[in-house]
């Protein structure tokens, strides 16, 4: 009897994804973790188990802050999945119209917002709504609706929604580009079974198509989910570290950063920063758990 | 053992082998000032090498964002340079006691300062300091003189002169009477709150009271700084909620708006900027004759990586920068960054002359958040921001800011508990 092969070029090929990704983001992860444990006490740093973690949940000054970006986090979200997400959907179902003309060009438009920096997109929203120079104002003027015209990003109970929209605008081709996809790999002898027994236009969407996309819909929303609490850089590049105006557009990401780095006279605290980025963390890893095992084993899905 | 002789035995080849020109030492001074290199390169450098032959200096600025984290990389490192530009308070008192700057008190260039100068780069009781004290800016108001001399309104001097020519502003309408936004929300506090608060808490007295825990924040001498802010509200642009920072200088350069509440460093931009007259007034004061207070913020000083390998070339670098001919090239150069040397200086820009004379009216303390009061959580100097913000949006009275930010501050602070 032969002893089985040592199949040695399996960990050849695995090895350099592995290193790689171990160096740059498990390692990374779990020290950020490890950090989180600890606390700088008169220059030198000791460890003090899950205190940081009581003063962040627990201290009124950091509870009030945490819960204010968590709420501003879920509100986000909500407004991504209401708005970017059905749209999304609503323009992949309309591109792929077999008798949309110039469809390839509507799909480049669309898609175009999501390549583009997030300081482009920040400067460029600001200047659009700014309330002196922007073209917001005069447009509605024109339309003679200037009444309509507020000082949206300067104003605590607007900011976070037009924030939230600009972001929308940014990905809505996201959701439209895999959607599509989707939507192209349904074979076309089963829209024709349905048109003989009757289902057409609207009511294929809904009765054939739909179920058929939907794990890609499943998708989405989770790329939604980890995109919005990982989210920083439109917030900071337009409302800068404190989030303002009054912390109205505060979320975790930069809440974590102002925390973690500091920020003007507050000295970086990289142990409670890395606190906030461990609950970062954990809130994600149970969104994503919730997906997998309450909703993903549980749809269903159809032979093509 | 063997390692030391061994580095004895280099040190050695390398002084007979650079004997020859050994004279010759590099000082390299750490900056976050970038905007000033051709300054440095062409004015500063050239004076002092002309005076110290065998000492070359390079300046070596770093983006200003990115000052503190590089800074603190390379002193950990051994990297850093020999002269080490300081930002004032916590930041740099933080290096000192990290053991990264030397402590300068026993140099007599530092007797050409006064307290208040130095006192952004002490060590809490005051008993060392470690940075010679450079520049500091001066707030007040910046105002469009052709647009005062067309709407006939002079330079007001009390409060009730400052908010009459504000009304006679707004009635006219052809200008906004004040340039302000409320977005960036800086500068609601630093031009707003910490512009004309002194006036009202007694400029040192109150700050250091405040410091002491003699003084609360609920004090009226605290609080009355908010309800004038609120003040302002309507004389500010439309929108001015979503007005940045820059919206506002623009608005006054493109000579759109009447009044600019101002910091100095504003100076040199808005004289290539603006193509009209202009003027500045100090902060008003409540009735004429009262003792003005202005805040002289100390902004940039300059110390000594205690790790140089020349210290003596080092020393004579920084006591060059505490004399008067440093002082005078550079607040010239600069117009708008004033040298906190005792000797005034005689300034060239006008707009420049008009802010540093205040210094010979009033008295002069810096802004009330910067020294020790910001280095608990909740931060002081953040928490003041929204506080300004609120006070001109009318979201909340004075009274409950001042609360907000009392409770804050005791909730970290010993002498306020």
Sequence with gaps: ?304 | MLRKSLTIALTTTALTATAAWAEDVTLTIESWRNDDLTLWQDKIIPAFEAKHPGIKVKFTPSAPAEYNAVLNSKLDAGSAGDLITCRPFDASLALFEAGHLADLDDMEAMNNFSDVAKSAWQTDDGSASFCVPMASVIHGFIYNADAFAELGIDAPETEAEFFAALDKIREDGTYIPMAMGTNDQWEAATMGYNNIGPNYWKGEEGRRALIAGEQKLTDEAWTAPYATLAKWAPYLGDGYEAQTYPDSQNLFTLGRAAIYPAGSWEISGFNTQADFQMGAFKPPVQNAGDTCYISDHTDIGIGMNAATDHPEAAKTFLAWVGSPEFASIFGNALPGFFPLSKEPVELADPLAKEFVSWRGECESTIRSTYQILSRGTPNLENETWGASVAAIKGTASPEELGAKLQDGLASWYAPQQ
Excluded at chain 1, 17 to 46: H, K
Excluded at chain 1, 194 to 204: F, K, M, Q, S, V
């Design chain 1, 1 to 304: 009897m032969t002893k089985p092969r040592v199949r040695w070029h399996i960990a050849v090929f695995l090895a350099p994804a592995v290193l790689i990704y171990s160096a740059v983001m498990i390692f990374p992860l779990f020290n950020t973790l490890r950090l989180a444990l600890y606390s700088r006490v008169d220059q030198e740093r000791i460890f003090t188990g899950l205190d940081n973690f009581r003063t962040l949940f627990f201290d009124p000054i950091w509870a009030e802050q945490f819960w204010n970006a968590l709420g501003n986090n879920f509100w986000f979200f909500l407004v991504h999945m209401l708005v970017q997400n059905p749209i999304g959907i609503a323009l992949a179902a309309i591109l792929s119209h077999p008798r949309l003309r110039f469809a390839a060009l509507y799909r480049s438009a669309i898609f175009i917002p999501t390549i583009l920096s997030f300081v482009i997109i920040g400067f460029a929203w600001k200047l659009i709504l700014s309330p002196i120079w922007g073209i917001a104002p005069s447009m509605l003027d024109a339309v003679g609706l200037k009444s309509l015209f507020a000082p949206w990003l300067g104003k605590e109970e607007y900011a976070l929604t037009t924030l939230a929209l600009i972001s929308v605008w940014q990905f809505v081709g996201i959701p439209m580009m895999l959607i599509y996809a989707a939507l192209l790999s349904i074979p076309e002898e089963i829209l024709e079974a349905g048109e003989i027994d009757g289902i057409t236009g609207l009511a294929a969407f809904w009765k054939i198509k739909l179920p058929l996309i939907l794990p890609s819909i499943g998708i989405i929303s989770i790329l939604t989910f980890v995109g919005n609490f990982n989210a920083f850089d439109l917030i900071y590049a337009s409302q800068g570290a404190l989030a303002g105006p009054d912390y109205s557009t505060d979320i975790l990401g930069t809440f974590m950063y102002r925390t973690f780095f500091g920020f003007q006279l507050q000295l970086g605290d990289p142990h409670m920063g890395s606190a906030i980025a461990g609950a970062m963390f954990a809130i994600i890893l149970v969104g994503v758990c919730i997906y997998l095992f309450g909703i993903q084993t549980r749809m269903r899905r159809y032979q093509l």
